[in-house]
């Protein structure tokens, strides 16, 4: 059976400098509190295989933290340093194909990595990524984590569980 990945863009950040500190707005924790809900809705996830990795990125680290809360206790957050903003999607592809445990997996990161990473899962070409508001989770699932190996099965925003 194939395993889920859902690529999630962290929720709406004030501007600011330096990058990796910039913080939620209060409609980013917002944001990231209905994605939440929405995952937590799910009768398909198995929570006990779940691993959450987020973005280093102190927005990606809030909106990773705020989902979680609607989320069962056993799924926990750590950390992937590989998906800031400006890495590769190959270099995560390759994590993903060599080093990831097999089960479902949440990745909370950044533009424009989560639309490179998912057109490079899917299409097979970083390029052919779909658009990304804040918050939204592209939901992909595959045999192998590898390029051009994916199907994306749907894309979700908060505005559209409205």
Do not use: N
């Amino acid at each position: 059976m194939a395993d889920r990945l859902w690529i999630m863009r962290h929720g709406e950040a004030t501007p600011g400098f330096p990058d990796e500190a910039r913080r939620l707005t209060t409609r980013g924790e917002d944001e990231a509190r209905a994605m939440g809900r929405w995952l937590a809705s799910r009768d398909d996830i198995d929570w006990g295989r779940l691993k959450v990795l987020a973005s280093p990125y102190v927005r990606a680290q809030q909106t990773a933290a705020l989902v979680l809360e609607a989320l069962p206790d056993e799924v926990s957050l750590d950390t992937l340093d590989i998906i800031t903003p400006d890495d590769s999607p190959e270099a995560v592809v390759d994590w993903l194909t060599l080093e990831s445990d097999e089960g479902p997996l949440l990745l909370v990161s950044h533009m424009p990595l989560v639309a490179a990473l998912t057109g490079l899962l899917a299409e097979g070409r970083a390029g052919a990524g779909v658009g990304f508001v804040t918050a939204a989770i592209a939901e992909l699932e595959a045999d192998v984590r590898a390029a051009g190996c994916a199907r994306l099965v749907g894309m979700t925003t908060p505005s559209s569980l409205r």
